[in-house]
């Protein structure tokens, strides 16, 4: 039994049964198996895959179509995306409220509005 | 290479290969499933993978209720492990409009015997012990709907239909239509030309597309829909959340990795399913909010879709005035997954018998022709 993907316990077996089934990408094969679903999104097993359906469908390696690539780069947890969106919040909202004051300098009247 | 059948499917999703074994169970022979890619690789290998009855209208709720008793007994039908999962739906009720909305539709929808009911906030703190509490009114419970593996259920029809002689031929776009004499002609860029007398329009987002190449209109347009998931974790809860309020939906999958997904009002038609970093942000706020114990939980991957939308948010399923013997099936509006188990039975029948055990007439593409009064479906993300 040899292990393809690392994060998925993953095995050659599954890969080669995915195959069997009608599998041609490495895309298919991670939709059947879950082989590079992990936390490192197919880094270490995308090579082999292609590698085990190059032999099995005897096609060269560069004949296979190439998987998606899909955003993060790395696990990211939630709160660290919540502190870069409130940097971000709080910058527009300091940007809108110097604008508001410039508007309001030149026009009293003049209400500063929320997007 | 056979090229002449007795049925063409346009689409290999999971209305294209439902439809394809659907078809040869009722005992034809010759059918092709033809896909521009690979099974699954647009809506429905994109999508959140519940499945509900929890609906706004009765014809959508009379189809999921038929859907998912269907979907009861799909993995021993097909022969293939599916991740059927029976979780539940919880749908949160955050303002009294909603709490008014869905006091209706529970009322519609135990009228059509299904097992739901409204639940307080101590319950609905039971079923999902992370979820913050204080933020809804009530939520509504069914107990019987629940999430399915997208691509094992689309592999699942393939191989059975496969299994029952129907043909699935991916890589294959088709580039034109033409009609002779009852013949079908369905050419593709793989320079065949295919021959049928009956034709199935299965192309999801492409359906208009698909078509205007035989000049029927079919008011079908995509809307790109980003989802994510995170690192796989012990399980948190059963069910899949749903807000209208907050607009978010969110499951826990079989691997223990928690699916979620928005609708974004501002989005523009297209077929456009790259990834946005406003997504991921809006995404984590929303979630952060109505979760805030999960805020140290890891997102690993981030991807998009498109919902096929109708004007209505309800399928177009059954013939064409314009074309005899041009089926269509699309326009689910982001709920082809959940309904096709019911919709490709129905639309074999009508296909086959040219009636179904089951009333499809208000699907039909003819409710968008003309000036119509159109009653939207509510109970979408």
Known sequence: MKIVCRCQDITEEE?????????????????????????????????????????????????????????????????????????????????EEKAAKKAATKKPAAKGGKK | MKTSFDAIIIGGGILGVSTAYELAKAGMKNICV????????????????????????????????????????????????????????????????????????????????????????????????????????????????GHISPFLLTQAYANAARRLGAEIHLWTNVTGLMKKSNVFFVMTDKGVTYETPLLFNCAGSFSRTIGQMINVDIPVDPYRHEILVTEPVERLWNPMIISFGVGLYARQEQSGGVVMGMGDPNEPVGTFVG???????????????????????????????????????????????????????????????????????????????????????????????????IHREKSVV
């Open chain 2, 34 to 145: 033809i896909e521009r890619r690979y099974l699954a690789s647009g809506s429905t290998g994109r999508c959140g993978g519940g499945f509900r009855q929890q609906w706004s209208t009765e014809s959508n709720t009379r189809l999921a209720i038929k859907a998912v008793k269907r979907l009861e007994h799909i993995e021993e039908e097909l022969g293939y492990k599916t991740e059927f999962f029976q979780g539940g739906y919880l749908i949160l009720a955050h303002s009294d409009e909603e709490v008014a909305q869905f006091e209706k539709n529970v009322a519609m929808q135990r009228k059509l015997g299904l097992d739901v009911r409204i639940v307080d906030r101590a319950e609905a703190k039971k079923i999902d012990p992370y979820l913050n509490v204080d933020l809804i009114k009530c939520a509504t419970w069914c107990p019987k709907d």
């Open chain 2, 275 to 373: 990834s946005s970093m406003h997504f991921m942000f809006e995404m984590s706020r929303r979630f952060t909010m109505l979760f805030p114990k999960l805020e140290g939980l890891r997102i690993v991957r981030q991807w998009a879709g498109l919902y096929e939308m109708t004007a209505d948010a309800q399928p177009i399923l059954g013939p064409v005035d314009e074309v005899e013997n041009f089926y269509q099936a699309s326009g689910f509006s982001g709920h082809g997954l959940m309904l096709a188990p019911a919709a490709s039975e129905l639309l074999a029948e009508k296909a086959i018998k040219g009636k179904t055990s089951f009333p499809i007439d208000d699907l039909h593409v003819r409710r968008f022709r003309g000036k119509q009064e």
């Open chain 1, 15 to 95: 890969v080669i049964a995915a195959i069997r089934q009608g599998a041609t990408t490495i895309d298919e094969i991670k939709r059947l198996v879950r082989a590079g679903m992990g936390p490192c999104q197919g880094r270490t097993c995308r090579r082999l895959v292609s590698q085990i359906i190059s032999r099995e469908l005897k096609k060269p390696a560069a004949d296979i179509y190439p998987p998606t690539f899909r955003p993060p780069n790395r696990p990211v947890p939630f709160k660290l995306i919540m502190a870069e969106y409130n940097d971000q919040l709080t910058a527009e909202k300091k940007a």
